[in-house]
């Protein structure tokens, strides 16, 4: 059985000379809403304060006078709002395939293959099946976090190894996914959560950068959970 410290120096070996591709590989996962980069994400949202900040705004340039123009500004806003809600769609619903294309990337780099920017474009056409598993993911997620934080953290821990599985058998259910990835994790999510600790330090020095240092964190980190993946899936990462 391997340790945190196992998976971190196979992820430093898979790494070596392939770190540029690995950075702007994650970077552009981040950008598309694959994965999150801490200090990097970028997030389009409308606060209904922000819809009543403008309300007055309008209000006070025009004394309340001006009711066609205040009427715009309303029309504005739901605009703006239905733009947001329908880019958040399309954004999660196209991180639900970056996000597997990037861990094929990372299986891809533990393996000692070849691995191109041009994975993570990889499997649009199953993004039916990709999309409902980011769906059912996300649904038991936030159930589980409506019962209690540790229900919460338990599920997440139970399907982290689905973009991976996805990533070897696009052909699964969005259900088959999950299930085998809970089912696979048994046992294992608190050796996930050891692995995952064993960066805090890494952490801690990323922040002192405002999140730069994460460019380079997060393919570290992502790999080294692709070599967790391939151990407890019974394939054992490639020896360098």
């Not at 070996?13 to 970028?42: M, N, Q, Y």
């Amino acid at each position: 059985m391997k340790f945190a410290a196992d998976f971190r120096r196979i992820a430093r070996d898979a790494l070596v000379g392939k770190w540029t591709t690995a950075v702007i590989a994650g970077l552009i996962a981040s950008l598309l809403g694959g994965i999150d980069i801490e200090g990097l994400g970028f997030n389009v949202h409308i606060e209904n304060s922000d819809v009543s900040s403008f309300r007055e705004l309008v209000t006070a340039l025009t004394g309340g006078r001006t009711l066609i123009l205040s009427q715009t500004a309303l029309g504005l806003s739901a605009v703006a709002l239905i733009c947001a809600l329908t880019a958040g769609i399309a954004l999660f619903l196209l991180g639900g395939i970056i996000r597997v294309g990037y861990g094929k990337f990372n299986l891809d780099l533990v393996d000692g293959q070849e691995s191109g920017i041009n994975t993570l474009f990889s499997y649009f056409s199953h993004w039916k099946s990709l999309a409902a598993a980011r769906l059912l993911e996300t649904a038991y997620i936030l159930l589980g976090f409506l019962l209690l934080i540790v229900p919460g953290i338990i599920v997440t821990y139970s399907f982290a190894m689905t973009d991976y599985i996805l990533a070897e058998h696009p052909e699964m259910s969005a259900d088959e996914a999950l299930t085998r990835s809970n089912e696979m994790m048994r046992g294992n999510r608190w050796r996930l959560f050891c692995l995952q600790f064993s960066f805090i330090g890494w952490q801690i020095l990323s922040s002192l950068t405002f999140g730069i240092g994460n460019l380079w964190l997060t393919p570290y980190m992502q790999t080294a959970t692709a070599a967790f993946y391939r151990e407890i899936s019974g394939t054992e990462p490639v020896e360098f």
